[in-house]
């Protein structure tokens, strides 16, 4: 059986690294960024403006008018008709549902739980963790000061909050909305790799029978 994970991930928890290292121990691929370049591929869109566009809903009236007088791969009149922001984020939608049916993968972030909500195979994992742990983090990551971090780290929840509730019909982090709401901060990065290797195994068996 092909088991497609996604994870959904506050900044800062870890969910890239914990997704890569879960990807690395089932030998199957993992999809962040690669997606986009993806999604650029089939769909006809540049990939700088799918990166412009990653996990950001935009409002800017005027961006998608400037935007939408090029014209990409879709010509349906209801797809020309749409916004920019829109239309990106239907090319990874697309994207998204044809590699779950291509292959086990773990994907993380954009809306993939909900493109692949019809899915059996698919097993949908969100990741938090304590604030203090996650700043950490991003100081680390960034060598940026504890102030800096505490702002990047409000302002890109609320990026993905927002993206993830304007495209979905789910509230982003809401344990009802995942199989799984995991907290890394707990166990650790490593620790609760191997408690998801655990579960993910076990989710395997119970879809065999």
């Given at each position: 059986m092909n088991t497609i994970i996604t994870i959904g991930r506050q900044f800062?928890?870890?969910?890239h690294e914990?997704?890569?290292?879960?990807?690395?121990?089932?030998?199957i691929?993992?999809?962040?960024?690669?997606?986009?370049?993806?999604?650029?591929k089939e769909s006809g869109f540049c990939e700088e403006m799918l990166k412009n566009h990653d996990e950001r809903p935009t409002n800017s009236f005027l961006y998608?008018?400037?935007?939408?007088?090029?014209t990409f791969g879709y010509n349906s009149s209801a797809f020309v008709d749409m916004p920019i922001s829109h239309k990106v984020f239907m090319a990874q939608f697309d994207t998204i549902k044809k590699i779950a049916e291509e292959e086990a993968c773990v994907i993380v972030g954009r809306?993939?739980?909900?493109?692949?909500?019809?899915?059996k195979n698919s097993l949908h994992i969100f990741i938090h963790a304590a604030e203090d742990f996650k700043i950490k983090r991003i100081m680390d990551t960034f060598n940026i000061s504890e102030d800096e971090a505490r702002d990047m780290m409000i302002k890109k929840d609320k990026q993905r909050q927002s993206y993830y509730n304007?495209?979905?019909t789910k509230k982003w982090g809401r344990s009802d909305s995942y199989d799984l709401s995991i907290s890394s901060s707990v166990l650790g990065i490593d620790g609760t790799v191997d408690m998801l290797i655990q579960y993910i195994e076990n989710f395997e068996k119970k879809n065999k029978k």
């Open positions: 800062g928890s870890g969910g914990i997704g890569e290292k879960l990807a690395n121990h089932f030998g691929q993992y999809f962040d960024k690669k997606l986009l370049s993806r999604a650029a998608n008018l400037v935007m939408d007088t090029y809306c993939a739980d909900y493109a692949l909500q019809e899915y304007y495209y979905s």
